[in-house]
């Protein structure tokens, strides 16, 4: 079965700092990975997605994920966090078999002090 | 993306009663999904439901608990039968929309809690 760590729970951070949240995953097959992010008192949103391709995604709010097939990763990162920036950010994984069953990590919830 | 409401935004309920939560996107969709997310702990995937045909449900979750209806490529139903203190959770509905491919966006979700 598929799986989905996310390392860090809570985190927090001053504004400028860069932010590295880590997502590993369990599942041998083809997948297409997700960052969703949920804002304080608003609905899950879509940040960034990988399918295929260029390993390096850009997505919204100056946000990237790179995804590494050898580690099973799909880290996210943003090189100056803002106070905006401060939400519960979740790693998705399907496995590409046209399913689309998402299977998430439990979430790191970032905060940022300005 | 896609416009998807839900209702209730938020409900409390007494143990043994039952809820049914909606969910409306604008536009038709093959598939929805239901999700639930307990306090502190991240989305699992109750059922997928299609128009159509009997709604697929994961490991831990059955259709008596659960019941889902989905009349048309709009708009579904989960309802939360005979309910105990330990469904209090986040139920949150998703879409593919047309042209998505493999990406599902969510509705606000319905914060339920049970006395």
């Known amino acids: 079965a598929q799986s989905v760590s996310q390392h860090n729970h809570h985190v927090i951070l001053s504004e400028a700092a860069s932010l590295e949240l880590g997502c590993n995953y369990s599942y041998g097959g083809t997948v297409n990975l997700f960052w969703y992010v949920q804002y304080p008192g608003q609905h899950l949103q879509l940040l960034l997605k990988y399918f295929s391709g260029d390993p390096l995604v850009k997505g919204i709010k100056g946000f990237e994920a790179e995804f590494i097939k050898s580690k099973f990763s799909f880290n996210l990162r943003k090189p100056s966090v803002q106070w905006s920036d401060t939400a519960e950010y979740f790693c998705?994984?399907?496995?590409?078999?046209?399913?689309?069953?998402?299977?998430f990590g439990t979430g790191t919830r970032l905060l940022v002090s300005p | 993306s896609a416009v998807i409401s839900q209702k209730p935004s938020r409900d409390i309920c007494q143990r043994g009663t039952s809820l049914t939560i909606q969910c409306q996107v604008d536009s038709q969709v093959t598939m929805m999904f239901w999700y639930r997310q307990q306090p502190g702990q991240s989305l699992t995937l109750i059922a997928t439901a299609n128009q159509g045909s009997e709604a697929t449900y994961e490991s831990g979750f059955v259709i008596d608990k659960f019941p889902i209806s989905r009349p048309n490529l709009t708009f579904s139903t989960l309802t939360v039968s005979n309910m105990s203190p330990e469904d209090s959770s986040i139920y949150l509905c998703?879409?593919?929309?047309?042209?998505?491919?493999?990406?599902?966006?969510f509705g606000p979700g319905t914060r339920l809690t049970v006395l």
């Open positions: 998703s879409v593919v929309p047309p042209g998505s491919t493999d990406t599902q966006y």
């Open positions: 998705a994984v399907n496995a590409n078999t046209g399913f689309q069953k998402l299977v």
